[in-house]
């Protein structure tokens, strides 16, 4: 779609000339049935009777006169639906359905609203995306946000009495758990934190010894592709809003117009954007595989 219409959040220019189609923020991508019924009339009454869903989980109803535009929005707001989440601001927050699904470590659609309850919609030097994603499946694509989150949780194993059933090595992709003699064996360091052991053991032997959240900063995607650097260690549910704040600050603080997280991480030092957050980013040695370069034959 479009740029944005000057000075009104949401409404975006279409290719037709006089139309445009309005954006509903819908926090953590999850609506009542009675917002999308009121959505389904909006689109029928002012647009072209279509409602599209964005890859941040909003709505936008193509096909309005742009006259009506403004109408629309109240509309939206009755329903409980603000327009925006466009031009210089945070936009709405992704999240992804761990907070019902089996595989989530964390409440991510709960973390998402508190984001937006707290600093939707602020005014920023550029667009700013966050991301919030449940486990390791990554259903979210958090490092390809300026700041992403992925909840972890990690094993103890021996809380319990292990009967040997094999439930853990069956579950982990990784090849982390193997069960020898009747016991459950660990690698940590093939462990990616996903949980699903300490969920299948049926005797409860498996503990766990850490969750919450990893974050990654200065990811993007589009026109240019950018992957977030991983910070070292979680952050507990309770510590996000606080971290996304001292974030949004040192980004208002430190970026220039139209720069985006990563820009001036490059530009500022990524070590001095982690620190303003209380963070340090996770420095990972290269793998005994990772491509080198080969040496410069004379």
């Known amino acids: 779609m479009a740029e944005q219409t000057k000075r009104r959040?949401?409404?975006?220019?279409?290719?037709?000339?006089?139309?445009?189609?309005?954006?509903?923020?819908?926090?953590?991508?999850?609506?009542?049935?009675?917002?999308?019924?009121?959505?389904?009339?909006?689109?029928?009454?002012?647009?072209?009777?279509?409602?599209?869903?964005?890859?941040?989980?909003?709505?936008?109803?193509p096909g309005i006169d742009r006259r009506d535009a403004g109408t629309v929005a109240e509309r939206l707001r009755e329903a409980g639906i603000e327009a925006g989440s466009t031009g210089a601001t945070l936009r709405s927050v992704v999240a992804?359905?761990?907070?019902?699904?089996?595989?989530?470590?964390?409440?991510?659609?709960?973390?998402?609203?508190?984001?937006e309850e707290r600093y939707g919609g602020r005014d920023l030097p550029w667009k700013l995306k966050i991301a919030v994603t449940g486990c390791v499946n990554n259903c979210a694509r958090v490092q390809s946000n300026d700041i992403g989150?992925?909840?972890?949780?990690?094993?103890?194993?021996?809380?319990?009495?292990?009967?040997?059933?094999?439930?853990?090595?069956?579950?982990?992709?990784?090849?982390a758990v193997r069960v020898v003699d009747g016991e459950a064996c660990h690698a940590e360091e093939n462990c990616v934190g996903c949980g699903?052991?300490?969920?299948?053991c049926p005797m409860e032997a498996i503990g766990v010894a850490a969750e919450g959240v990893r974050l990654y900063l200065g990811g993007r995607s589009g026109r240019v592709l950018r992957v977030g650097v991983e910070a070292d260690g979680l952050i507990?549910?309770?510590?996000?809003?606080?971290?996304?704040?001292?974030?949004?600050?040192?980004?208002?603080?430190?970026?220039?117009?139209?720069?985006?997280?990563?820009?001036?991480?490059?530009?500022?030092?990524?070590?001095?954007?982690f620190a303003a957050a209380g963070l340090r980013p996770l420095t990972v040695a290269a793998p005994p595989h990772a491509c080198r370069p080969s040496p410069r034959t004379p």
């Open 196 to 200: 699903d052991c300490i969920t299948v």
């Open 9 to 61: 959040p949401g409404v975006i220019r279409l290719r037709e000339k006089g139309k445009v189609a309005v954006r509903g923020k819908v926090p953590a991508g999850v609506m009542t049935a009675a917002q999308m019924a009121a959505v389904a009339r909006i689109a029928e009454e002012f647009g072209d009777g279509t409602v599209g869903l964005t890859t941040r989980l909003n709505v936008e109803i």
């Open 149 to 175: 989150m992925m909840g972890r949780r990690l094993p103890a194993y021996g809380a319990g009495e292990c009967n040997g059933c094999g439930a853990c090595e069956t579950v982990c992709r990784e090849g």
């Open 96 to 115: 992804c359905k761990g907070t019902v699904c089996r595989h989530g470590c964390c409440d991510t659609q709960g973390l998402a609203r508190a984001i």
């Open 236 to 273: 507990s549910e309770e510590e996000v809003t606080g971290v996304v704040g001292r974030l949004l600050d040192c980004y208002r603080e430190n970026a220039l117009p139209g720069e985006r997280l990563g820009e001036m991480m490059n530009r500022v030092g990524t070590e001095e954007v």
